[in-house]
């Protein structure tokens, strides 16, 4: 029985970064571009505290940014005052017939007839335009700056708040408290016109982002998106402009901003060919599908008794709904448009990442076709340009999944007839390893030559294309095409499946052999490109699910952390991070622990600290784009216990499926199970959450955490074990709920090892299985042998609970055979080898010479101990508290 679903992307499914801001922030903004056009599409979305109401006097308010006496006009105002907002903390804002499906979970305001009303909508009309245009709202064309304001009186629409237009907020606005902005500037309206935008600019540059309040001028090379407007931006290009250069003398390459006018007019990316452009280094969502495969013995579609599961069927996303398995699906596509000269194309198609390496102020641009051979269309979209002049400039393709086929075609632009330039193309696998080159030689004035490169397997990881050395032109790309394998699943026992890697679309889920229970889609697993920066830094950030990151952080060294990332497969020494000269203030020469993880969004593993004994605790978080800034100083890790010197462990996971990591500490010997979990923001962190992890308030061995997927859910899941003088009791609890309904058990508390140990557990998080979910990686306390074992995360949660995981673990084994120490083993799962199973990095014990030893996940099965990667003498000496991996 061939069973279809249709799974289409929802409304409100974006995550918005975590800040320490006001607790409402704007997630998105839909927004028509054209006067007076069908305003159905249009939409905004708020997030804040889950089930919280917005408090009395709170507004989103719209002001005109266009030329003239019209910037400044409020132009319309939202009255959200005393709206609940559902349990996934969103509110969405949609017109009384919107083409949109909004999350169950999100609160929902519908335009009716008469207006918007409450959530029922008995309420009075909560929103007023300055026009007469519609019962609807109406966000007006052009530009626009959409305020989210508390005020202590309702703003007016069609009162003017920059009466003097130098481009500041002034009158009755000086009184705003302005919580979020979305500033949107519109189309070209003349040579010499300007558009103002009235939130907080953040400009990136070389990777950094920086406020600006007043005049001053940009460099754009680095990075496509050359500002984003906003207090705390979600990941939509609602919240970026790109500019075009200006005119005033400044170098190629450079826009100005100068008191909320910025530049020339720009043309916003989310509103070019209905494309949304994710921001530099942010996260971008794929989904997954959830079902369930039976013998459906009455025919009623319904798994009831007399139903049996069906294991070991194929379930995948039938793309081009042939209902065939294809080795590939289909070609993905490209939409280059509305980018600024010397740009990043960051993000701009589904399915891939596209960057410019080494561009220079005479690149050129170029549209890009669109070809999709699956479903035969093809269309040209955007009028700005992919172009080079030189060798040096190159075009880096990202793709999301490993493709088996990319083709791109090369192009002389030069005029008149003769020999042209030669494009090269060359394919990589993940690991950075060289697969493939191709040539092509074209003439000018001639229609182009194609390169191809075509795989027996889907290993094609990224493609950079290029003007040959041994040849010059004047030169562009065009028709990027690549192919992508179906994602496919195995049911379990229990019949169940996931297919995961779902790009946004729609899709038929199928099976061939059972009947199947409805797919269901979760949303928000967020996958990461690669590091946008110019250079330098530690490398690419990881996703939810644990094991994924490529840097590891070693601590154990006096006053010292070595920082490792990717290279070629292998860990190589990227830095080496010196507390007494990072902490001048407060220098401590013992040992640090670690972690790593992305905790600002950008897209690069950072770098987390703790002290160990000696001293009172403090963490610190170390920004991986710089290798130095400090994101989060020397900031005490217990509050109340401020004289605590026990030591503290550390861990990194995003737990709001923000796309930025939360940061968990917990103490160690002499301290209780107390788990403290932080968000950083700007310079500095908060608490968001605080817990006993273990159910013994008299307990003083302290804890350690891990984090990451293991329900498959999307969001890390956060496991607590005990520390010395506990058991090795491990509790898992469930991410989405840490910050609503607390510490909710996913399953039953177990030991690890041997209950009647009594040196506790190091454990992390990692997919070391490759089927989607996180596993748990688990080393034996000191006092205990080397021992490391690896539970299946699920199993632990769909296939019996602790009792099968355990009797049946992925990898049971001791490092270098030995089970006769008893110093010990730390652990940590990163993905250092570049391919699909998390791998798992060992720590050596107490009072051992210091030894970190990789071993490849994808071998890591039974009870032998997995094939070795490399092994790593990170200090060169023996250390007394051993080396802590993270």
């Known amino acids: 029985m061939d069973c279809t679903t249709r799974l289409r992307p929802r409304l409100s499914v974006q995550p918005l970064e975590d800040r320490c801001v006001p607790a409402l922030l704007l997630s998105d903004v839909g927004y028509s571009g054209v006067f007076f056009n069908s305003p159905t599409e249009q939409f905004f979305e708020l997030r804040g505290d889950p089930g919280a109401t917005i408090a009395g006097r709170t507004y989103l308010v719209t002001v005109n940014g266009d030329p003239g006496t019209a910037a400044g006009v409020i132009n319309s105002v939202f009255d959200l005052g005393g709206v609940q907002l559902g349990s996934s903390g969103y509110l969405a804002v949609v ?31 909560r929103f007023s335009d300055s026009s007469a245009l519609s019962n609807e709202f109406e966000f007006i064309f052009g530009s626009n700056t959409f305020l989210l304001v508390t005020a202590n009186t309702a703003p007016v629409p069609g009162a003017d708040v920059d009466v003097n237009d130098d481009g500041l907020l002034d009158s009755a606005a000086s009184t705003w408290t302005v919580l979020d902005s979305v500033g949107v500037l519109g189309p070209t309206l003349g040579a010499n016109a300007n558009e103002t935008s009235y939130g907080k600019i953040t400009v990136s540059q070389g990777g950094v982002g920086r406020a600006l309040y007043s005049s001053v001028t940009i460099n754009a090379t680095a990075h496509g998106h050359v500002a984003r407007v906003g207090e705390s931006t979600g990941y939509t290009a609602a919240d970026w402009v790109a500019g075009r250069p200006d005119d005033s003398g400044n170098a190629p390459g450079q826009y100005r901003y100068e008191n909320g006018i910025f530049g020339r007019p720009t043309d916003p990316n989310r509103f070019t060919a209905g494309l949304r452009v994710d921001q530099l280094g942010g996260a971008n969502f794929v989904s997954a599908a959830y079902g369930r495969v039976y013998t459906d013995a009455n025919g009623n579609n319904t798994f009831d008794a007399g139903d049996a599961p069906v294991a070991g069927q194929t379930v995948w996303a039938d793309q081009n709904a042939n209902g065939v398995l294809d080795s590939y699906e289909t070609t993905f596509s490209i939409a280059a448009s509305g980018l600024p000269v010397n740009a990043d194309l960051t993000n701009a198609i589904p399915g891939a990442t596209l960057t410019l390496i080494n561009t220079g102020v005479n690149q050129v641009g170029r549209s890009i076709q669109v070809s999709d051979t699956v479903f035969n269309t093809s269309q040209r979209i955007g009028s700005n340009n992919v172009g080079f002049f030189a060798s040096f400039h190159q075009l880096r393709v990202d793709l999301y999944r490993p493709s088996s086929s990319v083709s791109l075609d090369y192009f002389d632009d030069v005029p008149g007839t003769g020999a042209g330039g030669t494009g090269r193309m060359e394919a990589y696998a993940a690991n950075g390893t060289l697969l493939d080159v191709v040539l092509v030689s074209v003439q000018r004035g001639t229609t182009g030559g194609t390169m191809i490169i075509n795989r027996p397997q889907a290993d094609i990881a990224y493609v950079i294309a290029y003007t040959d ?37 729609d899709y038929s889920i199928r099976t061939i052999g059972g009947a199947q229970l409805p797919a269901s889609i979760t949303n928000l697993v967020p996958v990461r490109g690669l590091d946008f920066g110019t250079g330098g830094g530690l490398g690419g950030g990881g996703g939810s699910i644990g094991g994924r990151g490529r840097t590891v952080a070693v601590g154990g060294g006096p006053g010292a952390v070595s920082v490792y990332g990717s290279v070629n497969g292998q860990l190589s020494q ?100 107390r788990v403290t979990i932080f968000t950083v923001y700007n310079v500095g962190a908060r608490v968001r959450a ?80 490759g089927d989607g979910f996180g596993d748990l990686v688990l080393g034996a306390g000191s006092g205990g042998a080397p021992a490391v074992r690896v539970l299946s995360g699920r199993t632990l949660v769909f296939g019996g609970g602790p009792g099968a995981a355990l009797a049946t673990p992925i990898s049971d084994f001791f490092v270098n055979g030995d089970s006769d120490s008893r110093t010990g083993v730390r652990v940590t799962a990163k993905n250092v080898d570049g391919d699909q199973f998390a791998d798992i990095v060992t720590g050596s014990g107490e009072n051992q010479p210091s030894f970190m030893r990789v071993y490849a996940g994808s071998s890591a099965r039974g009870r032998a101990e997995p094939a070795v990667i490399q092994d790593v003498d990170p200090f060169g000496v023996a250390l007394t508290e051993g080396v802590f991996v993270g």
């Open 95 to 125: 017109q009384a017939n919107s083409p949109y499906t909004v999350d169950s979970r999100s609160a929902v305001l519908r335009g009716t007839t008469t207006g918007f009303g409450g959530l029922g909508g008995t309420a009075p009309d």
């Open 690 to 769: 605080n817990y006993l992890g273990i159910n013994d308030p008299n307990f003083r061995g302290g804890a350690r955490t891990a984090l990451g997927d293991v329900n498959g859910d999307g969001r890390a899941d956060l496991l607590v074990a005990a520390g010395f003088q506990g058991g090795p009791r491990v509790a898992l609890y469930d991410g989405k709920q840490v910050f609503t309904a607390g510490l909710v058990p996913i399953t039953s508390d177990f030991f690890a090892f041997d209950q009647g140990l009594r040196n506790g557990v190091f454990a992390s998080i990692g997919d070391v299985d």
């Open 574 to 673: 990227a830095s080496v991070i010196n507390f007494p000269v990072l902490f001048p203030d407060a220098p401590f020469d013992g040992t640090y622990r670690t972690a790593t993880g992305d905790v600002n969004g950008d897209g690069v593993e950072d770098v987390a600290v703790v002290t160990g004994p000696g001293t009172s605790v403090r963490w610190a978080v170390i920004d991986g784009r710089t290798g130095n800034t400090l994101l989060v100083p020397l900031t005490t890790a217990f509050a109340g216990s401020d004289s605590f010197t026990g030591g503290g462990f550390v861990s990194i996971g995003d737990l709001d499926g923000d796309g930025r990591g939360e940061v968990v500490l917990t103490p160690d010997q002499g301290g209780g199970a």
């Open 469 to 505: 050395p041994s040849t010059t032109a004047n030169a562009y790309f065009d028709n990027l095409r690549f192919t992508t394998p179906e994602s496919s699943a195995t049911t379990a026992a229990d019949g169940s499946y996931k297919v995961g890697g779902l790009l946004d679309g």
